[in-house]
């Protein structure tokens, strides 16, 4: 399957810091992306589509001048986490959707821990 | 609203057993369903997707969808501890270019 990596896989940082985390496709080009966000023992929320070229679409309750992303080539999505708080902490997962074979699958990226202090 | 959901609790089942999974979906008109696999503090992962009615087969997984019924499962035979996780059923609704995730549905195999 394709495979989809995503950077820093864990990081702790200070409240009001900023944080900054990359989503790439390795052997796909993704047109779209998806960001996700998990709590522990909790189902995956979508937070926001991510479109090549374009502005994202955000999630009903999300914060896009919190969670800033960028899709800026068909390979890379970054989403910035801006003045991190406590609660922001999370286990933060992309994907990215391969159209190739007819189908319209996504891969999930490996999720970055979030920790915010 | 269209809905994906996965009712069954946690499902413990013994090593070499069959392991049988089911979901269903609100959408008519869906096309592509998915099951992924999550095990406890790592992202899903794709095991198996089916876009016609009928079996699909892929190593000791079946997946298994019926569109007039609305329903997609999957049967995990031969099951192993490795199996041990959670199992989240996916569906791209029907003029969405996002996926549908139901709750979940955690398989605990029993050695």
């Known amino acids: 399957g394709a495979v989809v990596s995503q950077h820093p896989s864990r990081v702790i940082c200070k409240s009001g810091t900023s944080v900054k985390i990359e989503c790439r496709s390795l052997d796909f080009q993704a047109t779209t992306m998806f960001w996700y966000r998990q709590f522990p023992k909790q189902s995956l929320m979508l937070m926001a589509t991510?479109?090549?070229?374009?502005?994202?679409?955000?999630e009903q309750g999300v914060e896009k001048d919190k969670f800033l992303i960028n899709h800026a080539s068909l390979t890379l999505s970054t989403l910035t986490v801006t003045s991190a708080h406590p609660e922001d902490s999370s286990f933060y997962i992309c994907?990215?959707?391969?159209?190739?074979?007819?189908?319209?699958?996504?891969?999930f990226g490996p999720g970055t821990r979030l920790l915010v202090l | 609203q269209k809905e994906v959901e996965q009712n069954s609790g946690p499902l413990s089942v013994p090593e070499g057993a069959i392991a049988s999974l089911n979901c269903t979906y609100s959408?008519?008109?869906?096309?592509?369903f998915f099951w992924y696999r999550q095990y406890s503090g790592k992202s899903p992962e794709l095991i198996m997707s089916i876009y016609s009615n009928g079996d699909k087969e892929d190593g000791r997984f079946t997946a298994q969808l019926n569109k007039a019924s609305q329903y997609v499962s999957l049967l995990i035979r031969d099951s192993q501890p490795s199996d041990s996780a959670t199992y989240l059923c996916?569906?791209?609704?029907?003029?969405?270019?996002?996926?549908?995730f139901g709750k979940g549905n955690q398989v605990v195999v029993i050695p």
């Open positions: 996916a569906v791209n609704f029907y003029g969405n270019n996002r996926l549908a």
């Open positions: 991510s479109n090549e070229g374009s502005k994202a679409t955000y």
């Open positions: 994907s990215a959707r391969d159209r190739g074979g007819g189908g319209e699958t996504q891969y």
């Open positions: 959408d008519r008109g869906s096309q592509s």
